[in-house]
């Protein structure tokens, strides 16, 4: 909405003006937005220091064209390696590989080569990101736009090569913790 004329005028609430107090605290809303399941990926990219680290904040966004994206809070390596390379990859963790996820999860974690010697992986074959072996699907992505988000940047990548790994479940990520599908639960 446009308004002309508004000198003087107080600007509209934001939402954080209009939630009753305390409920807008970073715990609360982290207790709140963990009542959402989601999967566990590892973000990476290449270069000369390559870098990762587990996200939960991964969508697809269109087919047609074929976006992801993925939220990166500001301060995180990997915000300026996705930056700096221009490209990016995601592997989809599976139900074992919880101690993939804790491993780029960990802050005293080696970096560069040797943040990957714990887990196996390979170059992606178009970017050189790495990419986890044993994931339920790996997607290597150009950068295609980065829109401002709070505390994070909302990376848009455009997918370049995708693949699939061997069947089986999810791991998730609910209530702050890593979970696994019950066997029998999924078709």
Not at 16 to 23: A, F, I, K, Q, V
Not at 128 to 133: K, L, S, T, Y
Not at 141 to 149: I, K, P, Q, S
Not at 162 to 184: S, V
Request: proline share 7%.
């Amino acid at each position: 909405m446009s308004v002309i004329g508004t000198a003087g005028l107080d600007p509209e609430p934001t939402l954080r003006d209009r939630l009753p107090s305390g409920l807008h605290a970073p715990a609360d809303l982290r207790s709140c937005f963990g009542m959402f399941a989601t999967g566990i990926t590892v973000v990476s990219a290449g270069g000369p220091n390559p870098c990762g680290m587990t996200a939960n904040s991964f969508t697809s966004v269109s087919l047609d064209p074929p976006l992801v994206l993925v939220c990166i809070v500001h301060d995180a390596a990997m915000h300026k390696a996705i930056l700096g390379e221009g490209s990016f990859a995601i592997s989809v963790l599976a139900a074992h590989q919880e101690p993939v996820a804790r491993h780029f999860a960990n802050r005293d974690r080696p970096r560069g080569e040797r943040e990957f010697e714990a887990v196996r992986w390979q170059p992606g074959p178009v970017t050189g990101a790495p990419v986890v072996a044993d994931t339920l699907a790996w997607i290597e992505c150009g950068l295609a736009a980065v829109y401002d988000g709070g505390d994070h940047s909302i990376f848009v990548g455009s997918v370049l090569d995708m693949g699939k790994g061997g069947a089986g479940d999810a791991l998730l990520f609910f209530r702050g913790g890593y979970h696994r599908l019950e066997p029998g639960t999924s078709k």
